[in-house]
């Protein structure tokens, strides 16, 4: 296997993402063994004790087990895991971790913006957005439901066709004239209504994130506004702190 290039700070980072890559390239499966500390430092090249703080993020993130005097193995109950300083759609995610992703019931409807909207995304009062709603499946399991409301300048309702893969994040990265810059995220805890539990196979009344988020481009203009709803037992957000 080729030996990554470690060049930025902290190392134990980056070990940690190269190891979900080697986990996905070898598709180890829960209760695969991974290879010795030694030979994961020696392949990095970085010490036994940076590698430690990788394998031990990977521990809180439930994706691995370390077993006394045995090993270290894949867990049995595996998760989708994201740092929150990293901007990435739910679906590059889960391509990251190996895991295949399902979209069902698209909606895309023109709607006018009303004044929280416009206010948030630095529009006119009842200027045209694209809304776009789905549910994202792993597994066959739902794991989020999502909405994203668009100006429509930049995102017609016509340009989401059959080719849409459902994520409105990619869709804009890839369109020339914008330049998806940063995201202002918030994150609470909220009860399932009637509506969302239906959406995600839960309980009225089950816990779910919300996490809102702003998209902004090069410039610090607004450009989309999300409300994604999770299922908190398929998701683990963590917070690098430097």
Same mark, same amino acid.
């Given at each position: 296997?080729?030996?990554?290039?470690?060049?930025?700070?902290?190392?134990?980072?980056?070990?940690?993402?190269?190891?979900?890559?080697?986990?996905?390239?070898?598709?180890?499966?829960?209760?695969?063994?991974?290879?010795?500390?030694?030979?994961?430092?020696?392949?990095?090249?970085?010490?036994?004790?940076?590698?430690?703080?990788?394998?031990?993020?990977?521990?809180?993130?439930?994706?691995?087990?370390?077993?006394?005097?045995?090993?270290?193995?894949?867990?049995?109950?595996?998760?989708?895991?994201?740092? #929150?300083? /990293?901007?990435?759609?739910? @679906?590059?995610?889960?391509?990251?971790?190996?895991?295949? !992703?399902?979209?069902? $019931?698209? &909606?895309?409807?023109?709607?006018?913006?009303?004044?929280?909207?416009?206010?948030?995304?630095?529009?006119?009062?009842?200027?045209?957005?694209?809304?776009?709603?789905?549910?994202?499946?792993?597994?066959?399991?739902?794991?989020?439901?999502?909405?994203?409301?668009?100006?429509?300048?930049?995102?017609?309702?016509?340009?989401?066709?059959?080719?849409?893969?459902?994520?409105?994040?990619? #869709?804009? /990265?890839?369109?020339?004239? @914008?330049?998806?810059?940063?995201?202002?995220?918030?994150? !609470?805890?909220?009860? $399932?209504? &009637?509506?969302?539990?239906?959406?995600?196979?839960?309980?009225?009344?089950?816990?779910?994130?919300?996490?809102?988020?702003?998209?902004?481009?090069?410039?610090?203009?607004?450009?989309?506004?999300?409300?994604?709803?999770?299922?908190?037992?398929?998701?683990?957000?963590?917070?690098?702190?430097?």
């Amino acid at each position: 296997m080729h030996t990554p290039k470690l060049n930025r700070q902290p190392l134990y980072t980056q070990a940690h993402d190269w190891l979900l890559d080697l986990i996905r390239e070898k598709e180890l499966q829960p209760g695969d063994q991974l290879p010795s500390e030694a030979q994961l430092a020696g392949q990095l090249g970085i010490s036994r004790t940076t590698l430690r703080e990788a394998l031990h993020l990977l521990v809180e993130e439930g994706v691995i087990v370390r077993r006394q005097g045995i090993g270290t193995f894949i867990a049995a109950d595996s998760h989708l895991e994201s740092g #929150l300083e /990293r901007l990435e759609s739910v @679906l590059a995610l889960a391509a990251r971790q190996g895991m295949e !992703t399902k979209v069902e $019931a698209l &909606s895309v409807e023109p709607i006018k913006a009303d004044s929280a909207l416009s206010e948030r995304l630095k529009i006119d009062l009842g200027d045209p957005l694209t809304r776009i709603c789905r549910t994202v499946l792993v597994k066959d399991r739902p794991v989020a439901y999502m909405e994203d409301l668009v100006p429509a300048c930049h995102l017609p309702p016509q340009n989401l066709d059959d080719t849409f893969a459902g994520s409105v994040l990619d #869709l804009l /990265r890839r369109q020339n004239n @914008l330049c998806v810059q940063e995201a202002l995220a918030d994150i !609470t805890a909220i009860s $399932a209504d &009637s509506s969302l539990a239906r959406r995600l196979s839960v309980s009225t009344g089950a816990a779910l994130l919300l996490l809102e988020e702003t998209l902004f481009d090069s410039d610090g203009t607004p450009i989309g506004f999300s409300r994604n709803h999770f299922v908190p037992d398929q998701f683990r957000f963590h917070v690098i702190r430097r």
